[in-house]
């Protein structure tokens, strides 16, 4: 289950680079500093090159530090936004509820699949309403 994020440390669907940032100066043969925005005055702006990744200019893959909130140590905490559809996997000895959720700051190609109960236990808010019934049915109707 989703929870409290580091950069490095993400979800393998989750969008792993922020920026983009400017390179000020090489430094060195494989190590760039970069122009960092003040919020991020606690990292260090020199980066290995192959932690760097080029901007292609595709504006989709800027993500920025504002939308993110961005605390102290580096970290945010990933907040569900809807529950896009539901499934049940079916294991030798019992049946697992899968719900797909969305998340915040994150695109539909992005949502994962999460256990029910955990994610019911985190977010009780989004199962009050019944809603998750609607959206099932209505990607039901869709495919057909």
Do not use: G, H, M, Y
């Given at each position: 289950m989703k929870g409290v994020m580091r950069f490095g440390k993400e979800g393998k669907l989750s969008s792993r680079f922020i920026g983009p940032y400017r390179i000020s100066k090489r430094v060195g043969n494989v190590a760039y500093q970069l122009e960092l925005p003040q919020k991020l005055a606690v990292v260090h702006p020199v980066f290995h090159i192959s932690i760097l990744k080029k901007f292609m200019g595709d504006p989709s893959l800027i993500i920025p530090t504002e939308d993110i909130g961005i605390k102290d140590k580096l970290s945010y905490e990933e907040i569900?936004?809807?529950?896009?559809?539901?499934?049940?996997?079916?294991?030798r000895t019992k049946e697992v509820a899968l719900v797909k959720v969305?998340?915040?700051?994150?695109?539909?190609?992005?949502?994962?699949?999460?256990?029910?109960?955990?994610m019911k236990k985190s977010y009780p808010h989004l199962f009050e309403t019944g809603e998750i019934l609607d959206q099932c049915t209505n990607s039901l109707l869709s495919t057909l």
């Open positions: 569900p936004v809807q529950i896009l559809d539901r499934q049940v996997d079916k294991l969305l998340w915040r700051n994150q695109s539909v190609k992005e949502a994962t699949w999460e256990p029910e109960e955990d």
